[in-house]
């Protein structure tokens, strides 16, 4: 068909790519469904099902139907559906989840290539068909959307131009599933109602494999996620039954899917022990401020055509002058009458935008209500709806980021006005991302007071779950199914259910012989057992939630002046760091330094250049040296008193040790003479003492006294201003303190975003080698001056400890080992806790089992955390005949053994073999890399081997394996429980039928014998035997 022939055909105003572009806002399949349920809603049905018909021919094997009885659609309406971006529903006070005008386009699109809507409305009937299979086959650019309409009574078109139906019937007939008008009706026939919806998506979109992504095979009473599903995910992402029953906060619609009716929940009735808390904040401005800007445009809009008007108006007058003629008269009267109506539209638009203005100052209040659910107690979290929309699901937040079992097994609740947050397009996120993050911490916070309000962790938290049946340690274990405990459970949380023709919702009383109870899906008021509720007239009893507050802990006069002087004292420590160090850019810097100094760094430099080649086979250490080792470095310092070499160039560095050193001139100290020092196994656990690697690295030496007097007066005004910070920081108001906590928070995630630490930018700083092959610093000794004389100072072992105390925030990021369950992963340290004497890490695993925590708090120098294991097998044995040498390496970085020789070859080829054969022996399928390549690889390719991958591939076929074999176990299971509970029907109805047939003989035995008397079975069957004994 020509392309000319479409340009009476309605259009989208779109390009064609728009709408698959459209469609990839939806990641959740199930949040584009929940987009056509929305509208629904929005439309005020009482009822969507949501169905699938078989058709073989069409891609997917089915069609997915969504029918309601809402409003329906006019024509002139329908054809705001093809218009994306326009919506009826925006409006400040709307209730409405939908917005933006775009939830039928992207939902249907996202889960298939065409879709076709039929709506019924004031005896009208309209079809709307939007097909990406026609524009492709077509090669239409722009879209072009089909929209017939006919009349109910006589079902005759309703269009002025007998062509343009023509085209239109004619692209759905060919492109539908519906091939003509006589189908098309009775998709018409399936809206019972006066007015309702039905839209059908077809050619559905696949998998990799080629199967639909929604399988309707498994559950015919559902529709589940297709592929197998990964270990521990939420009912709510796998099955569409169970995310419908939660959707929205408040269910006033039937939802049926597969023609079986969605038990929807109110969330906070499935709770125990709920408990509400009020919480206001004047921080959630975006959304506020962006509808005062556009009622302060709108009035300014509607003043100018307002005052326009009244000019008009005026103009007319004096033109008219003394004409008073009739056709005058009404001209001028008319000016008017639209000056005056504009002007009261403009009055209306201020005032508009002064409620706004106004209510922007004012406190937004939320309800946030928490419970247990002791149901599921690992199915907890913060459900966040928006509109009474859901968005957000299984939020954890405030203790529960922590791991443990506190605040475990709680559900938050909260219901966010359209003007306090605004979701995202695909409505499972919010756009304002740091206001939402201020809202869980909000929620962090209310969570902490609701678990000491309960009282769980007083009474025993483990006491608590076994007195609901959860006996296992796993806590993702579901909870023993035993009687007491189901009516332990049930006894707790009373049954909420709505009715089906009022729509209301009705608490049941608690009754021992229903637990464990299926309702019908027509459950009515009428059946009922408490009377006050067993009609639908009677009104709906709200939810008696107790209110809880929030406590703030009060700080006493001593805690705050406890406080401002550790704030204090922290400013001059940081001060004082700031003082005693310099940094080198040039090296011009270098000369000003002291002699000692500046001889270091270049001997370093020379150092660094000649023993490049030798670093790269130095692995890294375990932990820094002993203190011992450290003063040895620094009382070898005065040998650095010598001119500086010249650089010389890169050479092959020797195993032979270097000669001895002359003898030192100046008085040493007896702990700084220079005696080899033995490292022992404890040296791996020794704290450690050298500073790691640091974004922006600099050369540290300590200033001569006389700096340190100069910088006194500084000192001492310092503490004065940082007196009156603490202060005025006491003084600042809660919102200023919930922007620093939401600064620290960005830096937090800032410093655990950086993979590694950068290169370090000066030559003249120590060498840094690459995460794999450990890092080594360079530790300038310090330098003091005094009466022209030079001596160097010993720093102890106390005052090592304080510097790494003071230096501990510089150990982000630093690559380490911790022992977790009796083995070592590895990892990098992300956060730092100081202490007065110690210093805590907080370590982020690279790769743990799926049973193993993500990360640790662990102490910094304990024996659960060291440094990066060697990367090659040397020998780390000390070398008994080597002589103490002047330091040319750094202090830190521990020579090459020269006595013992690396392992044999033929060790090194077997190691590589047995290699080989392991990774072929769990060899993962679809492994990126061949298989039969493992044999030609080298041990260096061994070594860069992706083995974090190689371990996530394996661990998910693994996964994959097992989860077939459980569904085929779960399956045979279900098939022998069919067997049983059929069995135990058929004996109960045998049972049923003897006991009838018992009374109906001892009925007949008193009508013969009416003196008879028996009172048990057992009776019954010994006088029958009795008298056919005595007839034989």
């Not at 492709?136 to 002025?160: F, H, R, Y």
């Not at 023709?501 to 229903?514: N, Y």
């Not at 006069?557 to 550790?566: A, I």
């Not at 120590?766 to 330098?783: F, T």
Request: glycine share 4%; hydrophobic share 30%.
């Amino acid at each position: 068909m020509a392309y000319s022939n479409y340009s009476a055909l309605n259009r989208a105003q779109l390009t064609f790519e728009y709408l698959h572009t459209n469609s990839t806002t939806h990641e959740f399949l199930f949040g584009a469904l929940a987009e056509l349920v929305d509208n629904s809603r929005d439309a005020n049905a009482t009822r969507i099902d949501i169905y699938t018909e078989k058709r073989p021919d069409l891609r997917g094997g089915f069609m997915l139907c969504f029918l309601d009885d809402g409003t329906g659609m006019d024509p002139s309406e329908a054809t705001h559906v093809i218009q994306f971006g326009k919506s009826s529903k925006r409006f400040p006070e709307s209730t409405h989840i939908g917005q933006y005008g775009n939830g039928l386009k992207s939902g249907s699109m996202r889960i298939g290539k065409d879709f076709i809507l039929f709506t019924k409305k004031d005896d009208k009937l309209t079809c709307l068909f939007l097909s990406r299979t026609f524009h492709e086959e077509e090669g239409l650019d722009e879209v072009i959307v089909p929209l017939p309409s006919w009349d109910l009574k006589t079902q005759q078109p309703l269009t002025q131009d007998p062509e343009k139906y023509a085209i239109e019937t004619e692209l759905i007939f060919k492109y539908s599933p519906f091939k003509s008008e006589e189908q098309l009706f009775q998709q018409f026939k399936k809206i019972e109602g006066t007015s309702g919806t039905l839209v059908i998506v077809y050619n559905l979109k696949l998998m990799d494999n080629r199967e639909p992504e929604l399988d309707v095979q498994t559950d015919h009473q559902d529709i589940l996620m297709a592929g197998t599903p990964v270990e521990g995910v939420k009912p709510e992402r796998r099955s569409f039954r169970a995310y419908a029953a939660v959707l929205y906060i408040d269910p006033r619609m039937r939802i049926f899917i597969q023609g079986h009716k969605v038990r929807t929940k109110r969330l906070s009735c499935c709770l125990y022990n709920p408990r509400m808390y009020k919480y206001t904040s004047t921080r959630f401005k975006t959304r506020a401020e962006q509808e005062v800007k556009k009622a302060d445009h709108l009035a300014k809009l509607a003043e100018e055509k307002a005052r326009e008007a009244e000019s008009k108006a005026r103009a007319l007058e004096l033109k008219l002058g003394d004409d008073l003629s009739k056709e005058a008269r009404a001209a001028l009267r008319k000016a008017q009458d639209s000056a005056s109506a504009l002007r009261a539209e403009a009055n209306r638009k201020q005032a508009i935008y002064a409620s706004k203005q106004k209510a922007l100052k004012e406190p937004k209040e939320l309800n946030f209500i928490f419970g247990v659910n002791i149901e599921r107690r690992d199915q907890d979290g913060m459900f966040i709806y928006n509109c009474s929309r859901l968005i957000k699901m299984y939020e954890k937040t405030g203790p529960q980021l922590e791991g443990g079992m506190a605040c475990g097994g709680v559900v938050g609740v909260v219901d966010v006005p359209y003007l306090v947050l605004e979701p995202t397009h695909n409505k499972q996120d919010f756009a304002d991302a740091k206001e939402y993050r201020h809202l869980l911490r909000a929620m962090g916070d209310y969570l902490a007071q609701y678990w000491k309000d309960i009282g769980i962790a007083q009474k025993g938290i483990v006491k608590f779950w076994d007195e609901f049946g959860y006996l296992s340690a796993n806590w993702n274990a579901t909870p023993s199914n035993d009687v007491r405990f189901r009516r332990r459970r049930a006894m707790e949380i009373p049954v909420t259910i709505q009715c089906d023709k009022c729509l209301k919702w009705r608490t049941l009383p608690f009754q021992m012989d229903a637990v464990d109870k299926r309702y019908p899906d027509s459950w009515v008021c009428l059946m009922n057992p408490d009377g006050a509720q067993d009609r639908c007239d009677a009104p709906e009893q709200k939810q008696n939630i107790p209110v809880g507050i929030l406590k703030k802990d009060t700080k006493t006069s001593e805690d705050k002046q406890k406080e401002l002087s550790d704030k204090i004292r922290q400013q001059q420590e940081k001060l004082e760091a700031l003082q005693k160090t310099s940094t080198v850019k040039s090296a011009a810097d270098v000369k000003r330094l002291p002699l000692e100094v500046s001889g270091k760094l270049a001997e370093e430099r020379t150092a660094q250049t000649a023993t490049r080649s030798s670093q790269r086979t130095l692995a890294r250490p375990r932990s820094p040296p002993l203190p011992a080792v450290v003063k040895r470095a620094v009382s070898q310092s005065p040998a650095a008193k010598t001119p500086p070499p010249k650089p010389t160039p890169p050479s092959r560095p020797t195993r032979t040790p270097p000669a001895p050193p002359p003898p030192a001139k100046a008085k040493l100290t007896p702990t700084s003479s220079p005696k080899p020092v033995k490292p022992t196994s404890r040296a791996v656990t020794t704290p450690p003492l050298s500073k790691p690697p640091t974004r922006r690295s600099a050369i540290q030496t300590r200033t001569t006294p006389s700096s340190t007097k100069t910088t006194s007066r500084q000192t001492s005004a310092s503490k004065r201003g940082s007196a009156k910070k603490g202060k005025a920081q006491e003084e600042d108001d809660e919102e200023s303190e919930e922007d620093e906590e939401e600064e620290e928070e960005e830096e937090e995630e800032e410093s655990e975003e950086e993979e590694e630490p950068q290169p370090k930018k000066s030559k003249l700083t120590a060498p840094v080698q690459s995460r794999g092959k450990g890092a080594v610093e360079k530790k300038v000794p310090p330098v003091k001056q005094a009466n022209n004389t030079e001596k160097v100072s010993n720093s102890t072992e106390e005052d090592l400890k304080q510097d790494a105390v003071k230096n501990a925030h510089k150990d982000k990021g630093i690559q380490v080992e911790a022992k977790v369950n009796g083995e070592w992963f590895t990892g990098r340290v992300t956060a730092v806790e100081t202490g007065k004497e110690s210093v805590r890490w907080k370590v982020k695993f690279d790769y743990v089992p799926m049973n193993t925590p993500r990360d640790r708090w662990v102490f910094k120098g304990s024996d659960d955390v060291r440094l990066m294991r060697p990367a090659s097998p040397e020998s780390r044995s000390p070398d008994t005949n080597q002589v103490p040498a002047r330091s040319v390496t750094p202090p830190t970085a521990a020579e090459p053994d020269t006595t013992q020789s690396g392992p044999s070859r033929e060790t090194t080829e077997g190691l590589v073999t047995m290699m080989r054969t392991l990774l072929r022996y769990f060899f993962p399928p679809d492994f990126r890399i061949p298989k039969d390549s493992l044999n030609t690889m080298s041990a260096e390719d061994l070594v860069a081997f992706p083995i974090k991958e190689y371990f996530q591939q394996y661990e998910a076929g693994l996964q994959s394996l097992c989860n077939s074999y459980q569904s085929r176990a779960e399956s045979r299971a279900r098939a022998v429980e069919e067997k049983s509970s059929g069995a135990e029907a058929r004996l109960r109805e045998s049972e049923e039928k003897l006991r009838k047939l018992r009374t109906n003989i001892v009925a007949l035995l008193q009508k013969v014998q009416e003196d008879i008397e028996i009172s048990s079975d057992d009776e019954l069957d010994a006088y029958i035997e009795d008298l056919v004994t005595k007839g034989e």
